[in-house]
């Protein structure tokens, strides 16, 4: 089992940054990789971003690609997720995750429980 928990949510005006942070724990082993999902009222749940453990390479939704950062640190079982020129269109609830070795982005193993951002007008 792995434990995902998720900080750093909150209201900013658009415009503005936030900046979440997920600390994993639990049954982290081998080349995991970790990424973040949203979900907005009425809509689906969507891949965000993601970095695996050992290349780190980020990987990035195109509606995020050049305002969000995905970055972690492998010691502290780490990632975070900065968010810059936020619209009021990123409001949702943002969800950390966790890919097994071999896994996909797409269809994480573990989900954390949901911190809300919201982006007022």
């Known amino acids: 089992q792995v434990q995902l928990v998720e900080s750093g949510g909150g209201l900013v005006q658009a415009g503005g940054s936030l900046k979440l942070s997920c600390a994993a724990s639990g049954r982290t082993t081998g080349n995991y990789a970790m990424g973040w999902f949203r979900q907005a009222p009425g809509k689906e749940r969507e891949f965000v971003a993601g970095?695996?453990?050992?290349?780190?390479?980020?990987k990035y939704a195109d509606s995020v690609k050049g305002r969000f950062a995905i970055s972690r640190d492998n010691a502290k079982n780490t990632v975070w997720l900065q968010m810059n020129s936020l619209k009021p269109e990123d409001t949702a609830v943002y969800y950390c995750?966790?890919?097994?070795?071999?896994?996909?982005?797409?269809?994480?193993?573990?989900w954390g429980q949901g911190t809300q951002v919201t982006v007022s007008s």
């Open positions: 995750t966790y890919v097994g070795p071999g896994g996909a982005y797409a269809n994480p193993d573990y």
């Open positions: 970095i695996s453990r050992i290349v780190g390479i980020p």
